[in-house]
């Protein structure tokens, strides 16, 4: 069975950076999109950031452009979030999300595109 699971999650001051990490249980990760979700307290789960497993295009929420970049490495089946000039609104419980679809027609930005999940990481930024 196929799993995800993140690390490196944490509490940061505003300004901060802070990277987290998710490792995928699979011999087929190269042929995953992967992307990072946020849920925080009381909201609905939103889409970050993602990566094509196709190509490497990256796409990102309008919220985090210019502050975090995603990467992945296929030779250690791991995708990255970098995260830099954190503000307390980033606050939230951080879920990483494969879509094995193989879909290549869109950049997957629903929740419902992704068919597998780890089991996420907080991470808190104090103002």
């Known amino acids: 069975q196929v799993q995800l699971a993140e690390s490196g999650g944490g509490l940061v001051q505003a300004g901060g950076s802070l990277r987290v990490s998710c490792v995928a249980s699979?011999?087929?990760?190269?042929?995953?999109?992967m992307a990072w979700f946020r849920q925080a307290p009381g909201k609905e789960r939103v889409f970050v950031a993602g990566?094509?497993?196709?190509?490497?295009?990256?796409y990102y929420a309008d919220s985090v452009q210019g502050r975090f970049t995603i990467s992945r490495d296929n030779t250690k089946n791991t995708v990255h979030l970098e995260m830099n000039s954190l503000k307390p609104e980033d606050t939230a419980v951080y879920y990483c999300a494969a879509d094995r679809s193989l879909r290549t027609s869109r950049t997957p930005r629903l929740a419902s595109d992704y068919d597998l999940w780890g089991q996420g990481t907080q991470v808190t930024v104090s103002s």
């Open positions: 699979s011999r087929t990760f190269s042929r995953y999109t």
């Open positions: 990566i094509m497993w196709n190509d490497g295009r990256t």
